[in-house]
């Protein structure tokens, strides 16, 4: 850690999460500056979506802790930890019933900011994301998928918490739709500068969009290295993530 | 004397037990839903009383009416009034519907949109109130239609302990071994239960297609 960031965003301290007998997530350290997105690579069940649900304190760690903001989720308010973090998940995990302005005010709305003031932020969150304010009277069924993930977006950025925490954000999209949302993303992120975890278990995605890659298999860390590096990195396991992903073109070459 | 003649000559009194039906499935539908909507959030919040609650309303349910009244005749205050009895049995035999849906309507909202409520930092009475129940309404109020139609023919037995409603007129036809004055009582019944069939079953549709888009 350099001198000019003391203090992490996230800091996850030797945490494992244990459920009936099994490591879910076993003695994971790692941790994230502000301005810094680290993404978590790993197949289904290798514990992202643990390591995730362990900062914004939906689960508590069985060993070691976790640190945001450097106070352990576990002497947070777990309401207020999770009103500073925004959750974007597949699909964006919209409210149905809701339309598409009262999910993206919906963390304004209860944290009692004046209407007037929701409204406008509503507004501001939609242009932020590429979504037309003619979408905002919508009910998330009349969108599409990629208008959803960009209301999920817009929702979880709603309120300015300085931690973004996305869980296979653009995994049900197609590639173009992907590619698009992901370089948007970067953008966003570049202007934001929030302390952001992206769990994907796509290595293009990864190094599209990390400064760091980390790379978790059963529960355990593999790697974590600044997204330069992380190709080159000699671990079998990155190996075989790397070669899983460059078979294809190879072959459409030949 | 034929069906219509007794029922417009009647019609005084078919309308006055008309509305004393209404009112005891009335009275007993508010208490079953006071009682039983919480009962089956309450079973949502705490799985391991799931099993008791469901079971204990199940088997209320598998008692026969009449010896439901013959179990309340001798309790006190209850006991004393025919309505009480009345309103007591059929807010128990409506209870099961209630909190069976109420559990199911709520178990049934989709976890990812669950989840995304409490990450955001719902409170978890903001998530039942702004996200489980709006979900879960068109599934409760399915539950309230059933206990509310079982209730409107229920509720003809309730005569039998002297709580009036339209089961008067069945009673008394069957003691007078006259089919029209059965009818009398009978069609009106049916009327009504097919009436909050139509009317529930509507609010249930809309209240689904207004909540359930996904």
Avoid: C
Avoid at chain 1, 14 to 43: I, K, M, N
Avoid at chain 1, 110 to 139: H, K, Q
Avoid at chain 1, 219 to 234: C, K, N, Q, V, W
Avoid at chain 2, 151 to 168: M, P
């Amino acid at each position: 850690m350099t001198s000019s960031n003391p203090r992490p965003a996230i800091d996850i301290d030797h945490a494992s999460f244990r459920l009936s007998g099994r490591d879910l997530v076993h003695d994971l350290t790692l941790s994230v500056r502000q301005g810094e997105t680290l993404v978590l690579l790993g197949r289904s069940g290798s514990g992202k979506t643990t390591t995730l649900r362990l900062v914004n304190r939906l689960l508590e760690p069985t060993a070691g802790e976790v640190r945001v903001n450097g106070l352990r989720t576990t002497d947070w308010d777990p309401i207020r930890l999770r009103r500073g973090i925004g959750y974007v998940i597949q699909e964006g995990g919209l409210f149905p019933h809701f339309t598409v302005a009262r999910n993206v005010g919906l963390v304004p709305r209860i944290e009692n900011w004046p209407g007037e003031r929701t409204r406008a932020r509503v507004e501001e969150m939609l242009s932020l994301v590429g979504l037309s304010a003619d979408l905002a009277s919508r009910y998330p069924a009349q969108l599409s998928g990629g208008q959803r993930q960009r209301v999920g977006v817009a929702r979880a950025l709603a309120a300015d918490p300085p931690i973004l925490l996305l869980d296979e954000p653009f995994g049900a999209l197609d590639p173009i739709t992907r590619a698009e949302l992901q370089k948007e993303f970067r953008a966003l992120q570049q202007r934001l500068k929030k302390a952001v975890i992206f769990v994907t278990h796509d290595l293009h995605e990864a190094l599209v969009l990390g400064d760091r890659v980390a790379l978790m298999e059963e529960g355990r860390m593999i790697e974590d290295l600044p997204t330069t590096e992380f190709a080159h990195s000699t671990k079998p396991l990155v190996r075989a993530y790397v070669e899983a992903f460059s078979d294809a073109p190879e072959r459409d070459e030949r | 004397m034929n069906f219509w003649h007794f029922m417009v000559t009647n019609r005084q009194q078919v309308l006055d037990l008309t509305i004393e039906h209404i009112t005891l499935v009335g009275i007993s539908i508010l208490f079953a839903v006071l009682l039983g909507i919480p009962l089956g959030i309450m079973i949502t919040r705490k799985p391991q009383l799931s099993k008791l609650v469901l079971g204990s309303a199940n088997v209320l349910q598998t008692i026969p009416a009449l010896a439901l009244f013959g179990f309340l005749l001798p309790m006190p205050w209850i006991g004393a009034r025919g309505g009480r009895m009345a309103v007591l049995a059929l807010t128990l035999y409506a209870l099961l519907p209630l909190i069976r849906n109420t559990y199911a309507g709520i178990r049934n909202v989709d976890p990812a949109v669950v989840e995304a409520g409490r990450a955001m930092g719902l409170t978890d009475q903001q998530l039942l109130w702004q996200v489980e129940l709006p979900l879960a309404s068109g599934v409760i109020v399915a539950g309230i239609r059933i206990a509310t139609v079982v209730s409107i023919g229920l509720a003809t037995i309730a005569a039998a302990i002297g709580a009036g409603g339209l089961g008067e007129f069945i009673f008394r036809g069957l003691s007078m071994v006259h089919y029209q004055v059965i009818l009398a009582g009978a069609v009106p019944a049916a009327v009504l239960a097919l009436a909050a069939d139509v009317g529930l079953g509507a609010l249930e549709r809309k209240l689904g297609m207004l909540y359930a888009r996904a």
